[in-house]
């Protein structure tokens, strides 16, 4: 049996796997899918409000990152894991999708002997996360408002345009363990939302302080011009966006004679530090 990042989402004690199962010392035991990840979704937790991505969300999303158009942005995350990261450090990625951000700085940091877990809602998200990595990320089925894992037992938490909850969060981090946060900056996307809006506005950048933790740097991601050449990529971006959930279908047919788009993209990478209070 190998010691897992997760915790027992039942009891909270330590698991340990195989593979074909996650087991706690109180023998509350969790198959692994065939992929390998493990479902830790508890059944009075599956009906959280978060929808989780569907399939069609995730491929979307996938083909649209394995492509490289948000590779300055994973670059940019790798080279801040690495300056923070200690030798040991257990991560911990909270709402990891398909584990394209997760798999690259699992990568960065091998050498030194990080443990990593992604957790995401979606099953769908976790499956493929799972069947496409080689870094030995440990995947779960699991809620960013329920996070598997022991208070105090990460030293850094990422949040990757997923849902925040710092009370969770905190609980999770040890004491002056580092979240690193990514939000879009404001001209993210301008062009793409300025076809579907006729009033698009600009992304509210708002202050950035939370509860419980001291910024330790804000980092630009600088912007750039990303060049979409087929209606496949644009519908995949657009999949992927906040907009997917609440444009109007007349506006969203806008996109549906367009196979090039260039396009903004920007972003800021927050890095806090956890106070350690309560
Ligand atoms: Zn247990």
Redesign the pocket.
């Known amino acids: 049996m190998c010691k897992s990042v997760f915790s ?6 330590a ?1 340990e796997y195989d593979d074909r199962t996650y087991r ?5 035991c969790f198959d692994r899918a065939k992929s390998g990840y493990v479902n830790l979704l508890t059944s009075d937790r599956m009906h959280s409000k978060l929808p989780g991505d569907n399939k069609l969300m995730v491929r979307a999303r996938r083909d649209f990152l394995n492509k490289g158009y948000y590779s300055g942005l994973a670059h940019k995350l790798c080279s801040l894991a690495d300056k923070y990261c200690e030798k040991n450090f257990r991560i911990i990625d909270a709402g990891c999708g398909e584990g394209y951000y997760t798999e690259q700085i699992a990568s960065a940091l091998a050498e030194k002997d990080v443990s990593v877990g992604g957790i995401d809602i979606s099953k769908n998200a976790v499956d493929f996360a799972t069947k496409s990595g080689k870094n030995g990320v440990e995947y779960a089925a699991a809620s960013v408002f329920h996070i598997p894992s022991e208070d105090n037992s990460a030293d850094i938490l990422l949040s990757v345009f997923s849902p925040l909850c710092t009370e969770e969060f905190k609980r999770v981090l040890k004491k002056d363990g580092f979240f690193f946060m990514v939000i879009p900056d404001r001209k993210h996307l301008w062009e793409l939302k300025s076809i579907i809006y006729e009033n698009p506005y600009e992304n509210q950048v708002k202050d950035y302080s939370l509860d419980g933790f001291e910024l330790v740097e804000a980092v630009d991601v600088p912007a750039e011009i990303i060049k979409l050449e087929s209606h496949e990529d644009i519908a995949n971006l657009f999949t992927m966006t906040p907009y997917y959930y609440n444009t109007k279908p007349e506006d969203r047919q806008k996109l549906d004679n367009i196979d090039t788009l260039e396009t903004t993209i920007e972003f800021k990478i927050l890095i806090y530090k956890n106070k350690g209070e309560n």
């Open positions: 027992c989402p039942v009891c909270g004690g698991l706690c010392t109180k023998n509350h």
